[in-house]
């Protein structure tokens, strides 16, 4: 497997927080009013190696546990191995409205945010080198 998802790295792990304290607060109240969009610009594979969830798959349980809000997950993946499992995964997680596009962020940014104008769209769009994220 792939080193670098072995297990969580620092960043991922603050990325990781921000995902498990911050998301499901925005989402629910946000979610309330209008429709949501959690994007992963970055996903990966969806699990490290090591058993511990990936961001798409905290989000994915942040959109499961807000039934009553309107949460939708997008996730970018460019490489067609981690793709793969990634949609392995979501498949495994049962019921969620998620997506996952194939490719870099840039090919697939402007079609995502054009999908979510009607509502608001939480995104992580750099690599994990430094995960700050961005409202649009």
């Known amino acids: 497997m792939d080193d670098f998802f072995g297990q969580p790295q620092g960043a991922a792990v603050l990325k990781h927080e921000v995902l498990r304290k911050y998301v499901p607060v925005y989402a629910r109240k946000t979610g309330s009013k209008t429709s949501v969009v959690l ?17 798409p798959e905290l989000m994915v349980g942040t959109a499961q546990a807000l039934r009553g809000s309107r949460v939708h997950c997008a996730f970018v993946e460019e490489n067609p191995r ?6 392995t995964l979501l498949a495994e997680l049962g019921d969620h409205d998620s997506e996952v596009f194939a490719g870099d962020i840039e090919q697939h940014l402007d079609t ?4 979510s104008q009607a509502g608001r769209c939480l995104s992580f769009l750099t690599p994990l080198v430094f995960p700050y994220p961005s409202i649009c």
Request: hydrophobic residues 20%; contains cysteine; charged residues 25%.
């Open 112 to 115: 995502i945010v054009r999908n």
């Open 39 to 55: 994007l992963d610009g970055y996903a990966g594979p969806g699990r490290y190696d090591d058993g511990s969830s990936g961001s």
């Open 82 to 87: 981690h793709c793969e499992r990634l949609q």
